[in-house]
């Protein structure tokens, strides 16, 4: 197992270049466990229902399946799926 300082943690994170990504057109998605997917750089929704979640990234499209499925906050590009979810998959 690994153990992190604070310190080590924060230069981690500063050499991953995240502005880098959205200059390039993709999305920044992170997933807390299968509860809870945070999207940056979502452009719109394209389904929605408590089964499935469709979001467009410019690039691709990013399709959330599962259950109770909800978009809980969508603003300044991001979106926030809550929910069961049992799969992500990009196309």
Same mark, same amino acid.
């Given at each position: 197992?690994?153990?992190?300082?604070?310190?080590?943690?924060?230069?981690?994170?500063?050499?991953?270049?995240?502005? @880098?990504?959205?200059?390039?057109?993709?999305?920044?998605? @992170? $997933?807390?466990?299968?509860?809870?997917?945070?999207?940056? #750089?979502?452009? #719109?929704?394209?389904?929605?229902? @408590?089964?499935?979640?469709?979001?467009? %990234? #410019?690039?691709? $499209? $990013?399709?959330?399946?599962?259950?109770?499925?909800?978009? %809980?906050?969508?603003?300044? @590009?991001?979106?926030?799926?809550? #929910?069961? $979810?049992?799969?992500?998959?990009?196309?």
């Amino acid at each position: 197992m690994f153990h992190y300082t604070p310190k080590k943690l924060k230069a981690i994170a500063d050499d991953i270049d995240f502005d @880098e990504l959205a200059v390039k057109g993709l999305a920044h998605i @992170e $997933i807390m466990g299968n509860r809870k997917a945070v999207i940056d #750089g979502c452009k #719109g929704v394209l389904d929605y229902n @408590e089964n499935l979640v469709r979001l467009n %990234t #410019g690039k691709n $499209i $990013i399709r959330f399946t599962g259950d109770n499925l909800t978009i %809980t906050s969508m603003n300044n @590009e991001q979106a926030i799926v809550s #929910g069961d $979810i049992i799969t992500m998959d990009f196309s």
